[in-house]
């Protein structure tokens, strides 16, 4: 039997997920401020407990490199690496605007789905993907940069998902926003299908798009 664990500390959403064979099995989360490396051991050691599994049981290690929070991502990268030098196993980097889109589906009207999670006030990061795979890669940039970005993909009716959603409201009035707030934030188990499904890196480099912040976000 073939195991994956993926990790998701790239938000406030903190989140682990185990697939054996590439079936879920287990998934837990728990929203957090800054402090997954309180919470990250404690739910990974409930994880393999509950599966009955030690750290030398999982092939391969999936985790999120963000965009995100500059300490999540430091955590999460970190904890993977550290297990997988122990171990030996197989490690993956999937970007965290990727699992957001896989959390949100496909389009069904709309041209394409647009994920952006927050970066500093005023900026989001931002990623989409069209119902023919085509894909505007991901970015950092200010909220009113978005129209011209997304008309320079010939993207005229955009259908919005993540926590910075609602901040995309006054310059697109007409599109559709997915209120729905669990899909608002990537989670270890998009995180995990996407590694299953070859969408990852075996690049564990963080993505931070800019620079971090005096605050260390």
């Not at 728990?30 to 009955?52: I, K, Q, T, W």
């Amino acid at each position: 039997m073939r195991r994956l664990v993926a990790i998701d500390t790239a938000t406030a959403l903190g989140s682990l997920a185990v697939f054996e064979d590439g079936v879920l099995v287990h998934e837990e989360g728990r929203r957090v401020s800054n402090a997954h490396g309180e919470s990250l051991l404690p739910m990974l050691a409930r994880a393999l407990e509950a599966r009955g599994l030690g750290p030398g049981d999982v092939h391969v290690w999936a985790v999120d490199v963000g965009p995100g929070s500059f300490t999540g991502l430091r955590i999460g990268v970190s904890t993977v690496m550290g297990v997988a030098l122990a171990t030996g196993a197989a490690l993956v980097g999937v970007c965290s605007l990727e699992a957001l889109l896989e959390r949100a589906g496909e389009a069904s009207e709309e041209d394409a789905t647009v994920g952006v999670l927050a970066s500093v006030p005023g900026e989001v990061f931002l990623a989409a993907r069209d119902r023919a795979g085509a894909r505007v890669p991901p970015t950092c940039l200010r909220v009113g940069e978005v129209a011209a970005l997304l008309a320079s993909h010939a993207i005229a009716r955009p259908r919005f998902v993540g926590e910075a959603a609602e901040a995309l409201r006054e310059h697109f009035p007409g599109a559709p926003l997915l209120v729905d707030a669990p899909l608002h934030l990537p989670t270890a188990a998009s995180v995990g299908r996407l590694a299953l499904a070859g969408r990852g890196d075996a690049s564990l480099a963080p993505r931070y798009l800019k620079p971090p912040s005096i605050h260390g976000r």
